[in-house]
């Protein structure tokens, strides 16, 4: 029966502590994806054509760090490119260093590169997310047999809630937010804060599967 044998999955460590890194990491990823361009609006003064373009850069960024993380397990230049958990890692960690660096831009606009900083969040992302996808494909066969859908689905269950979850998320943050701070760079600021605490939160859940 499908209860029982989502019980058995859950069961398992590593398919249990898969399940919330994607959960986490997927919270964390698309909880700025409706408030970056009110972000560039408010605090650089970007037009709605301009702050639309960011959503451009950050997905060419994103194919750049997907093209990256897919030497993953390989050997380039003799020496290896390091594992598929490690790129996992290595982008929740970025992509937490990005998000830091929209916290920076919200508090000096005047001097902060947000184009780059952007480019530089889906490079992240993309890096993180094929990882990511890899892994799930490692660790859907580890445990007990016949149960790689049931893994599967538990994995994009979790993926769908959380993603639709951080969008509503991190606009209403971001709105709580601009009631009790004046500055809409630094309300703005504060839930990007929060969005890099929860990649590196992805990042420790990561390492420990």
Known sequence: RFVQAL????????????????????????????????????????????????AGIQHGGAFVGMLFAAIAGRRVAGRPAGSVRGWAIGGCIASAVALLGLVVAGLSPDTWPLKLNVFFLGMANGAFAIAAIASMMRLASVGRASREGVRMGLWGAAQAIAFGLGGVAGAAASDVARWFIDSAGSAYGLVFGLEAVLFLVSAWLAAGI
């Open 7 to 54: 019980a058995e999955i859950w069961g398992e460590p590593a398919a249990s502590q898969f399940t919330v890194f994607v959960f986490v990491s997927m919270l964390a990823y698309s909880a700025q994806d409706l408030i970056l361009e009110p972000f560039a609006g408010a605090t650089f003064g970007y037009s709605p054509g301009e702050s639309t373009q960011l």
